[in-house]
């Protein structure tokens, strides 16, 4: 028997054919972070980092982590840079994501002052993990981060103070990208089975016939459609989103 004898033996069962579709789309978002009496800050210790609400891009939720002394938790007073970072909320599931990213710092109207070119990172979490604890409890994982331990040099941030720090406040806008997968549904063609099937509330559907309910009569039967046609229809068909 040749590889594709079952394709074209006679006297097989009932075709089935079946049509599906996903579109590809880019999911875009920002969150601008604002933090007054930003001078102050200068007094937490180096590796601590004041963290934003959560945002939401393409059904993930995301932060922004500012270290004002850095991420050394060594240098309290002798850290010469500011950290930013971008976190991926995966407390509750499994996710691996690629997203690109961008960190800007805006003067009082709201334009981007100083910033650095985006970047793509890939970031995986592990949701929560079952311990090794005897009464098995879940432990919940690091969120993987993002981003840039020298974002911005105190010495820069100081000679702009004029324009970043204005009435003592900095405002950070993170600009975050990523792909969202969306299903397609109608992709395949309407198949011709003309015959009343039942609903599983206990009702016949009788679309495919015609006339009041005491006289119906089947409508005339079109020819079911070639495999060829199947296919042109189901590639051409416009695309109709869940």
């Known amino acids: ?77 002798d850290s ?12 509750r ?10 960190f800007s710092l805006l003067d009082a109207a709201g334009n981007a002052a100083y910033e650095l070119p985006p970047s793509t990172a890939t970031l995986q979490c592990l949701g ?24 911005i040099t105190k010495e820069e941030l100081e000679k702009r103070r004029d324009i970043l720090l204005k009435d003592d406040r900095l405002a950070v806008r993170c600009d975050v990208a990523v792909v969202q997968l969306e299903l397609l549904l109608n992709v395949a063609p309407k198949e011709n089975y ?6 599983d509330g206990g009702d016949w559907d009788y679309s495919d016939w015609e006339g009041a309910p005491e006289t119906r009569r089947r409508r005339q039967q079109r020819p079911t459609l070639d495999d060829q046609e199947y296919v042109r229809r189901c590639l051409s068909k416009s695309q109709g989103r869940r």
């Open 1 to 77: 028997m040749t590889a594709s004898a079952l394709f074209s033996a006679a006297g097989s069962g009932a075709l089935t054919r079946a049509a599906s579709g996903i579109v590809a789309k880019a999911a875009r978002g920002f969150q601008v972070f604002r933090i007054d009496g930003y001078s102050l800050t200068n007094h937490l210790p180096g590796g601590m980092f004041i963290s934003s609400p959560p945002f939401t891009v393409g059904g993930r939720n995301w932060f922004v982590d500012l270290y004002p002394n850095g991420v050394d938790a060594s240098k309290d007073d």
């Open 128 to 151: 929560q993990v079952r311990s090794q604890h005897p009464y098995h409890h879940m432990e919940e994982t690091e969120n993987p981060t993002c981003g840039y331990a020298e974002f």
């Open 80 to 91: 010469d840079s500011v950290s930013l970072f971008l976190r991926l909320d995966g407390q």
């Open 194 to 199: 003309n015959h009343a099937s039942r609903h």
């Open 93 to 102: 599931q499994k996710d691996r994501v690629r997203a690109q990213y961008k």
